[in-house]
C-alpha cells in the first residue's frame, strides 16, 4: 500500500469513528452536527476542493461536483449521517480502485526490473563496471552469474543457463554455450559468461521492451472511447434530471424537502465511476496478464480488435519456421561440391539474406572479398558479382531465365539455388528452413477459436511453401512473392474481408510494410527486424507463433469482461434511478448502486489479468 493509500485509510478509520461516536455517544443537538461535519470534513474535503478547482474552471459536470453537491444537500435537509457516509463509501471505493490498480501494473512495472543497472565491461584484460550506455557494439563483457545481461550478444567464453523468464514468458531456464546469442534482460543463472555485444544498449531487446511498455497505453479503444464521451454527455444531464424532480414536482404538491432528498438519491447514483474506473482498469489487467505470457500489446484498442480477428495472414520464414536455413545438398554439374559452394558464397558475400548467410556457412573457411567485384542484387531473384573475372549469377529459376542460361529441376524440397558462370550452368544448392514445433498447433488452434481465413505468404519457391502449408493446416498460400506483391494481397484480403479486422504475423525487414498496413501487426520479437517491431501492434517476445491464439483468448476474454462491466453498471445505475425518483429507494441505497457498484466491476475487471495467465 502506497503513502497516499495509507493516509487515506487513516482518514476513513477516522471518519468512522466519529460517526460511531455521533450516533451512540452525543444527543441529537449542535455538538453532534459538528461531530458530523468534522467527521465529513475528514474523508470528504479533497472531494470538495476538487470540485470548486474545476468550478474555477468553468467544468461542473465531473464525479467530485455531483458529490459534493449530493452530500451538501443531504446535510442541507437534515440527513448528516447519509451525507457523510455517501462522501465515506465513495472515498472507500476510490481507494480500493487504487489498490486494484496498482496490482494490475505488478506485471508490467516487473518488466522495469529488466533494465540493467551497469555492464562489466573487459578492456584490455581490465574490467570494470561502466553504465551500459557507454558500450559499444563490438565490446567485450563480463556477465557473472546471479546479474542481469546489459546488452545482447554472442557468447564467446563460457556456458550457464539464463532465465528468460522476464523477456519470453517462459519458465524454462535456457542453456547456452560458446557461439549462442543471449539476449539483454535475461539472468545468468550459474557460469561465467564472456559476451561480445551486438548492439549498443538503446538497440538491444532490453530498451526496446521497455519502450514498448511505457507506451502500451497510448492507444485507447473504442470502448473507452465511447465511455469518456458517454461521461462528457451523461454528467450534465443527470445534473439537469435532477434539478427537474428536485423542483419540478414539489410545485404543485409542496413536499420540497422529500423531492430534493429524491433528487439527491438520483444524483449520488448517477456517477459514472463504475464505468470510467473499470473499463480502462479491464484493458490494463489484460494488457498486463498477456505480458506475463511473452505478449507486449501496445494499446487498449488493439486489445479490441484482436478479439475481432477473422482473418489471419502469416509470413512463413521466422514467423511458421525457424528461419535457420542450412545447406541440405550441393548438385554440382562440372565442377566439384566444394566449388560451386564456394562460387555461390563469393556471390552472396554481401548479401544479409538469411539464404546467403547459410551458404557462406557452410563453406567453413575464410572467403576472399577483394576477388568480388561489381556484386549486384536482383530483388527477388538473387544476385551476380564478377569473381576472378568470372560472371557469377547465384539465385532461383527468375534469375537464370533472365541470363538464358536453362537449369536442371531439382527434387528435393527446399530453396534452391541456382548457379551459372559466363552463361554455363554449373549446379545448384538447396537449403532448407525446419518448421517451429508450434506452427500446426498454432493454426488449428486458430480454427477452433473461430478465424476463418488463415493465409500463408512467402517469397520463397512454390514446392517449399506448398509443404510447409500442409504440414502446418493451411489451405490458402501465396509463393515467390517480391515485398510488394504481399502488400497487394494483403490489400486484397483486407477488402474481401467484412467479417472482422486482418491480422499480419512476420518478423523481416520486407514485412515491415504489410504490418503496418493489416489492422493488426504481430512481430516475431526475438528474432524480428528493428522495423518489423517498430511496424508492429502487437510483439511476440519468445517468437512462439502460438502466442497469437493466447492472444486472441486474452483478448476475446477482456472484451467480455468490459462487456460485462458496462452492461451491469448501467442496468443498476437505471433500476436505482428509477426506485429513487418514485421515493423507494434512499441514499444508502444510492450508495451501494455507485461505490458498491464500482467495486464489483473494478473486481471483475481485475479478472482479465488472471484469466490471461491460464491456458
Given at each position: ?93 476510490e481507494m480500493l480502485s487504487d489498490i486494484a490498480v496498482d496490482r494490475s501494473k505488478e506485471s508490467i512495472t516487473a518488466l522495469m526490473d529488466i533494465r540493467p543497472d551497469y555492464a562489466n565491461l573487459d ?64 539472468i545468468n543463472l550459474t557460469g561465467l559468461l564472456r559476451v561480445k555485444t551486438s548492439s549498443t544498449y538503446g538497440e538491444s531487446t532490453v530498451s526496446k521492451i521497455l519502450d514498448l511498455m511505457q507506451n502500451a497505453e497510448s492507444g485507447k479503444a473504442k470502448s473507452e472511447k465511447f465511455i469518456t464521451r ?386
Open positions: 500500500m502506497e503513502k497516499e493509500q495509507k493516509l487515506m485509510a487513516l482518514r476513513i478509520a477516522f471518519c468512522v469513528l466519529l460517526l460511531i461516536a455521533a450516533h451512540l455517544f452525543i444527543e441529537p443537538g449542535a455538538v453532534r452536527l459538528y461531530v458530523y461535519i468534522l467527521a465529513y470534513v475528514a474523508v470528504g474535503a479533497d472531494v470538495v476542493l476538487h470540485a470548486l478547482k474545476n468550478a474555477l474552471r468553468l467544468d461542473f459536470f465531473d464525479e467530485y461536483f455531483l458529490m459534493t453537491i449530493a452530500t451538501i444537500g443531504a446535510f442541507c435537509i437534515g440527513e448528516y449521517p447519509e451525507g457523510v457516509a455517501v462522501m465515506l463509501f465513495y472515498q472507500v471505493g578492456a584490455d584484460g581490465a574490467v570494470r563496471k561502466v553504465a551500459p550506455a557507454e558500450v559499444a557494439a563490438g565490446s567485450i563483457i563480463v556477465v557473472k552469474p546471479g546479474e542481469r545481461v546489459p546488452i545482447d550478444g554472442v557468447v564467446i567464453d563460457g556456458c550457464s543457463t539464463l532465465d528468460t523468464s522476464a523477456l519470453t514468458g517462459e519458465s524454462v531456464p535456457r542453456e547456452v554455450a560458446e557461439g549462442e546469442t543471449v539476449l539483454s534482460g535475461s458517454f461521461a462528457r454527455y451523461y454528467t450534465p444531464i443527470v445534473v439537469f434530471l435532477a434539478v427537474f424532480i428536485a423542483v419540478l414536482p414539489p410545485i404543485f404538491s409542496g413536499q420540497w424537502s422529500e423531492w430534493i432528498y429524491r433528487a439527491l438519491v438520483f444524483l449520488v447514483v448517477s456517477c459514472p465511476c463504475a464505468l470510467v474506473v473499470s473499463v480502462p482498469l479491464t484493458f490494463f489487467a489484460g494488457i498486463g496478464g498477456a505480458s506475463r505470457r511473452g505478449l507486449v500489446i501496445k494499446g487498449s484498442e488493439y486489445v479490441e480488435l484482436l478479439a475481432k480477428v477473422r482473418t489471419l495472414v502469416f509470413d512463413k520464414t521466422g514467423t511458421l519456421t525457424k528461419g535457420d536455413f542450412t545447406v541440405t545438398a550441393v548438385h554440382p554439374e562440372i565442377i566439384s561440391p566444394d566449388e560451386l559452394l564456394e562460387l555461390a558464397a563469393l556471390a552472396e558475400i554481401y548479401s544479409d539474406h538469411p539464404v546467403s548467410a547459410s551458404i557462406r556457412t557452410a563453406v567453413r573457411k575464410d572467403l576472399d572479398k577483394e576477388i568480388v567485384k561489381n556484386a549486384r542484387n536482383y530483388a527477388g531473384e538473387g544476385v551476380s558479382a564478377e569473381i576472378d573475372g568470372r560472371n557469377v549469377f547465384a539465385g532461383n529459376e527468375k534469375l537464370m531465365q533472365r541470363v538464358n542460361v536453362p537449369w536442371h529441376q531439382c527434387h528435393k524440397s527446399g530453396t534452391i539455388v541456382h548457379i551459372a558462370v559466363d552463361g554455363k550452368y554449373m549446379g545448384h544448392i538447396v537449403v532448407s528452413d525446419s518448421i517451429k514445433k508450434q506452427s500446426a498447433t498454432t493454426v488449428k488452434r486458430l480454427k477452433d477459436y473461430g478465424v476463418s481465413k488463415i493465409v500463408m505468404l512467402t517469397g520463397d519457391h512454390k514446392n517449399v511453401a506448398a509443404e510447409v502449408a500442409k504440414t502446418v493446416g493451411i489451405e490458402e498460400y501465396y509463393a515467390e512473392l517480391l515485398p510488394v506483391d504481399k502488400v497487394n494481397i494483403l490489400q486484397q484480403l483486407m477488402a474481401k474481408t467484412e467479417a472482422g479486422p486482418t491480422a499480419f504475423a512476420g518478423d523481416g525487414i520486407n514485412d515491415a510494410p504489410a504490418l503496418k498496413l493489416a489492422d493488426i501487426g504481430i512481430a516475431m520479437g526475438a528474432a524480428g527486424s528493428d522495423a518489423a517491431i517498430e511496424a508492429a501492434d502487437i510483439v511476440l517476445m519468445n517468437d512462439n507463433p502460438e502466442n497469437i491464439a493466447d492472444g486472441i483468448k486474452i483478448s476475446r476474454k477482456t472484451m467480455a469482461i468490459v462487456k460485462q462491466n458496462i452492461t451491469l453498471a448501467i442496468a443498476i445505475k437505471i433500476i436505482i434511478m428509477l426506485l429513487g425518483t418514485i421515493g423507494i429507494a434512499n441514499l444508502w441505497l444510492a450508495v451501494f448502486a455507485d461505490v458498491g457498484v464500482t467495486l464489483l466491476a473494478v473486481i471483475n475487471a481485475v479478472r482479465a489479468g488472471y484469466n490471461s495467465l491460464k491456458k
